[in-house]
């Protein structure tokens, strides 16, 4: 399958999970409901790719087992050591289960607890005999919340020792937890990382190095702002597992369709991020969600920037002046002040120093949305690079800057463009 947006085969499909570069594949899981276009008991849907464009969906990696994963395998991460893939997720149990939907639990009546299974391969897994409970349920609600604990995101230290990275909540406020192992199986609490007014639970938490720096991304869940990816600098101390985090967090992604963000390293070692885009209906193959493309993650005077991935930009080769809207193609533009672009009934345009989007004729019948988007005002510049695809438009600013990026639905053929705008295909 030859895209740059790994899509829903089929049912539901939300956060990316365990995103890998093994035995020269990348690995990309994703929390699935293959039954049908809703959320429901998650399992683990799995597809690989030799370069990040061409997909092969595989059959479920992980799906319910056990006692502690009996109601889903939630979110989680991937390692390689020794040759084998270690994955670690959540496991839910429902302690009340909605008569109605079985699928569900009613009024968050549920437990979690963290799961590790391995693979000598990373195609077979032993979903009945391999799976191990590493981190029960939590007891102690000073550390964090037995329900609300989710997500290990697994690394490996300079000491040579694995940290593990959980989500979790305390008193209604939003915090990360750590742990610490030297075999990936037993793991003991060491710290816990907050900070103020950003959300009642963190979801999906995400450490890693950079051009030398520290970076950390989560998805702070709030009644008020709504549930929104952010990231920023932080320094995190292996001794003792403290993390100071920067108060200055921007969001990962300003169409604030995209959240779960997780990421890895590609065979060249550079951090490379993927997340999962919102969606409000199903798409025409009646299955829903899909991810965005793969995003090089640098730090350059003490900004975050998300890049577009260049294995993949060099791919669009081919000048056109009428893409196929149905399949993917780039656009390159230079915006000037007040002036704007149309691809296909989605606005981008240029005030005060900022790009703004709007996609009001594009995702009809959703007026809930944020349908106008808009970046901080710009220091780098105005260029703009946009990938479109039939259900996703990607603007990325000033070589990743800031990055917009939206759901879309039933793209009109029409392009209104202007002399200094570029349009490019994939090549064959």
Request: glycine share 6%; with cysteine; hydrophobic share 35%.
């Amino acid at each position: 399958m030859n895209t740059i947006h790994l899509k829903a085969p089929k049912g539901w499909i939300n956060d990316p999970n365990g995103f890998i570069y093994y035995k020269g594949k990348y690995h990309l899981f994703y929390q699935h409901f293959p039954y049908a276009s809703r959320w429901g008991r998650m399992h683990w849907g799995h597809a690989v790719s030799d370069d990040l464009i061409n997909w092969k969906h595989l059959d479920i990696a992980l799906f319910p087992t056990k006692t502690d994963d009996s109601d889903g395998c939630f979110s989680g991460s991937a390692v390689e050591d020794n040759g084998k893939m270690h994955l670690f997720y959540t496991g839910v149990h429902y302690t009340d289960i909605d008569p109605e939907n079985v699928n569900c639990s009613l009024n968050d009546s549920f437990i979690s607890a963290q799961l590790h299974i391995s693979s000598n391969d990373g195609f077979e897994f032993d979903n009945f005999n391999e799976k191990k409970t590493i981190i029960p349920p939590l007891t102690n609600r000073e550390i964090g919340d037995n329900i609300h604990t989710r997500d290990p995101k697994v690394w490996k230290g300079k000491d040579g020792n694995w940290y593990m990275i959980l989500g979790s909540t305390v008193n209604h406020v939003g915090r990360v937890l750590f742990y610490r192992s030297s075999d990936l199986l037993n793991w003991k609490y060491m710290n816990y990382a907050s900070c103020d007014n950003m959300g009642w639970m963190w979801e999906c938490p995400d450490y890693f190095e950079t051009d030398s720096r520290g970076v950390i991304i989560f998805s702070p869940m709030d009644e008020k702002k709504g549930n929104q990816s952010v990231c920023t600098l932080a320094d995190f101390r292996e001794s003792d597992c403290h993390m100071d985090i920067n108060k200055n967090l921007t969001y990962l992604d300003y169409g604030l369709d995209l959240y779960a963000p997780q990421s890895t390293t590609d065979k060249n070692g550079r951090r490379i991020v993927v997340a999962w885009l919102r969606m409000p209906e199903p798409m025409k193959n009646n299955a829903i969600g899909l991810f965005s493309m793969p995003r090089v993650c640098e730090v350059r005077n003490n900004h975050i920037y998300f890049r577009p991935y260049p294995e993949i930009s060099e791919k669009f080769t081919i000048k056109t002046d009428m893409p196929d809207m149905k399949k993917p193609f780039m656009v390159k533009a230079e915006l000037a002040e007040h002036k704007s672009i149309s691809i296909g009934g989605y606005i981008i345009r240029r005030e005060n120093g900022k790009i703004i989007t709007d996609r009001r004729a594009v995702i009809k019948g959703h007026e809930e949305l944020l349908n106008i988007c808009e970046t901080p005002e710009l220091k780098d510049g105005f260029s703009l690079e946009i990938y479109v695809d039939e259900n996703i438009i990607e603007v990325y600013v000033n070589n990743g800057e800031y990055v917009i990026t939206n759901a879309v639905y039933d793209l009109n053929d029409e392009i209104s463009t202007d002399e200094n705008t570029e349009i490019y295909v994939l090549e064959e």
